[in-house]
């Protein structure tokens, strides 16, 4: 059965850098035609696609996000990892992590990452 896990600090202070990592469980990151993406909903908002890895390690980013953005890999631990940086009060939101095969078919349950000083 295939599982995301996000995981982050939960609270960070504005301008730092937020590190999160989705662990994948059931499939493998490199296999198949998957993409895993990040996607984030700031409160009372909508989905914000972030970006996403694809199963060759090439990245893609949202533009509006592009500057601030990097997704990177581990493949010995089968995991993906999201760092935003200079973030504000804006960034806070639940972050996701999604597997893509012509749809987002699997989701972690979030991590909530709240900007504040």
């Known amino acids: 059965q295939v599982q995301l896990q996000e995981s982050g600090p939960g609270l960070v202070k504005p301008s730092q850098t937020v590190s999160l990592t989705c662990a994948v469980s059931?499939?493998?990151?490199?296999?198949?035609?998957?993409?895993w993406n990040w996607i984030r909903q700031p409160p009372g908002k909508g989905l914000e696609w972030m970006g996403v890895?694809?199963?060759?390690?090439?990245?893609y980013y949202s533009p509006s996000l592009k500057s601030r953005t990097s997704i990177s890999r581990d493949t010995s631990k089968n995991q993906f990892s999201l760092q935003l940086t200079s973030v504000t009060p804006e960034d806070t939101a639940v972050y996701y992590c999604?597997?893509?095969?012509?749809?987002?078919?699997?989701w972690g349950n979030g991590t909530l990452v709240t900007v504040s000083s």
């Open positions: 999604a597997r893509d095969l012509e749809g987002m078919d699997y």
């Open positions: 059931g499939v493998s990151i490199t296999t198949g035609y998957y993409a």
């Open positions: 890895i694809a199963n060759d390690g090439s990245t």
